[in-house]
């Protein structure tokens, strides 16, 4: 909560409604929420984002897929909603069931299935939407205006009420683990992304789809965006520490509006990124074979070279070893009617996780089984 009202406030004026630490005024709906209840509040998210989707239902979407490849679309689509039911968090038989109505030509029935899905999570739906092969006869036609009008609405839903929400790289499950030692080029999957857990509603949602290459992130001191690391492989040479990155990206999200910004693509391999907030303005500090030196994003995801004084606060480090543990206090969240922090929990043989606190309250644990950071986690 922001500071009390005024005492100079007549006490005959209604008072305004308290306000977020972000300017925003608490609405009653907000002001009503918990602040991290033993239950999930319903609301926008999931409940768990690292749970796999109960075997069941695992098992009838394959069902649905059989029936699927031959043509059976009627009992390709039984199969799927049971699934659905089977786990209703499990929503990769909505997706089919859109594209088994797209095979028929069914586009209205396909095009309510697919607005159904982007309100319920827009990431990563929205991208699977839009690369799904066989949902791309409606890319052409009068109903895809519909589904752009949806995506822009779920876009704007599922960025609400992101200001006092905790952003962390979180490990979806198992990596795909690089050799300890030898040299070699290894393709890099941590099955990693950037996610926001909501102390009022103790609900997640995934705010980036990279193919799960997220290393790291940093919030800008705005609060608005998001900026984040990515890599495609671990260069390994003949010595066990000569250790660089290729393949680097830097992207940027805008939280309200899920809008992301071109990715910047830093050539050649990358022994260490730092990003760092200076004033409103994040700079990338990039020791490189190809590019070295100071730089901050321009037009067009390019980037443009810095003098090298400027120092940043509250920074993200990557190396070829991952991102280094988040430094310095315990970061504070406090969304109306909650305080909260929420800090890293590193333990030898153990995940890196994020812990979350509130006076009060259970403290709630991210990342146990697989891992979790605030600023990101180590290449496994």
Known sequence: ???????????????????TPSGKPATPATAARGCLPAAPLPGLGVVDPFRPPDPKATELNSAGKSYYRDGKWEEAR?????????????????LNIACSFVRQERFAEATAEVEALLARAYVPWAREILEAFDLGALKPRPEMARIRRAMTTAAAAWGAELDDAVLFVGRARAPLKIPATGPGFFI??????VYAFLPTTGRFRQLTSEDGRVLALLRTPDRRRVVYVTAEKLIRGAKDDDLALRGV?????????????????????????ELAAVGAMVTFRIDGDRVSGLFRRADRGAL????????????????????EPAAGPPLRIAPAGCQATAREIVAPGKPRTVVVSAPGRSPRRLGEQFGAGLVGLPIP
Do not use: S
């Open 1 to 19: 909560m922001t500071a009390a009202l005024l005492a100079a406030v007549l006490a005959a004026t209604p008072a305004a409604p308290p306000a």
């Open 78 to 94: 039984i199969e799927y909603r049971a699934a659905e039911t089977a786990d209703p968090t499990f929503l990769a038989p909505r």
């Open 188 to 193: 890099l999957n941590p099955h990693q992304e």
């Open 249 to 273: 990206a830097i992207g940027e999200l805008t939280l309200a509006t899920m809008t992301a910004e071109p990715a910047i693509r830093v050539a050649g391999d990358v022994r260490r990124l």
């Open 304 to 323: 443009d070279p810095l003098p090298p004084n400027p120092r940043g606060k509250g920074g993200a480090i990557v190396t070829a070893r991952g991102a």
